[in-house]
């Protein structure tokens, strides 16, 4: 089994050190760069498996970097690590092409998870689209009509539900964070927007409950990751 390659990419350097040196107990393949200028190039040299990106960052910021990088490359799991938490930051950084968003201070344990999670994403390719209809497990989701399908059976669904299932199914098998669905769906994340969420999490659950591959995940005190497969 090949080592996992990352390429880091952070200008604070005590912070970067301690990551990288996380990252690689685990048994990954760091390779560290803190000059937004340089990492294009480095990217090019090291062929890497994940990117996770600082934003703010000398030269040339991450979300500069990141569309560079897709032009490149469109498959390689992008992350973002910033201190912004500007809904327009996060919305930015998803349309630049980036695969997940998290904000510091971060945990290790965090960031693992969602560098696996990821991979593990890429690596399945199990859900497919075509024109404005999805497929996963035995379900079809129209999303211009906002109708989820199951066999001769149609459900249809309000704007919100709709919105959120396009939401976590274009974050697939990563972890979105409960506050940026609450901003990005309501506009901002109030106790009582935040009840709406887990009413509207409980309603997508018992849409999909007849197909046991298909799961929508907790994680407690972040968000929540949309199992296909």
């Not at 498996?49 to 569309?67: E, H, Q, R, S, Y």
């Not at 973002?80 to 500007?86: H, Y």
């Not at 996963?136 to 299932?165: D, I, M, P, W």
Request: aromatic residues 10%.
């Amino acid at each position: 089994m090949s080592t996992t390659k990352v390429l880091y990419v952070e200008d604070e350097l005590f912070l970067g050190k301690i990551v990288r040196e996380s990252l690689e107990s685990r048994g990954f393949a760091v390779t560290m760069e803190s000059d937004g200028a340089k990492v294009l190039d480095v990217f090019k040299q090291s062929n890497p498996d994940i990117c996770v990106l600082d934003v703010m960052l000398p030269n040339k910021d991450g979300f500069t970097i990141a569309d560079e990088i897709r032009e490149l490359n469109e498959t390689v799991p992008i992350i973002f690590l910033t201190a912004k938490t500007q809904t327009e930051d996060v919305v930015k950084g998803f349309s630049l092409g980036g695969n997940d968003y998290i904000r510091k201070p971060f945990s290790m344990e965090e960031l693992i998870v969602r560098i696996q999670s990821l991979l593990r994403n890429k690596a399945e390719g199990t859900t497919k689209l075509t024109g404005d209809t999805v497929s996963f497990g035995k379900y079809t989701f129209q999303l211009n009509r906002q109708v989820l399908a199951h066999g001769k059976e149609e459900r249809k669904l309000s704007y919100r539900e709709s919105e959120l299932l396009k939401l976590l199914y274009e974050n697939r098998s990563t972890v979105i964070d409960r506050k940026d669905i609450l901003n990005l769906l309501w506009g901002n994340d109030s106790f009582f927007n935040s009840r709406n969420l887990d009413v509207y999490i409980t309603k997508l659950r018992s849409y999909l409950k007849d197909d046991p591959s298909l799961e929508i995940i907790t994680i407690k005190g972040i968000g929540y990751r949309f199992v296909t497969a």
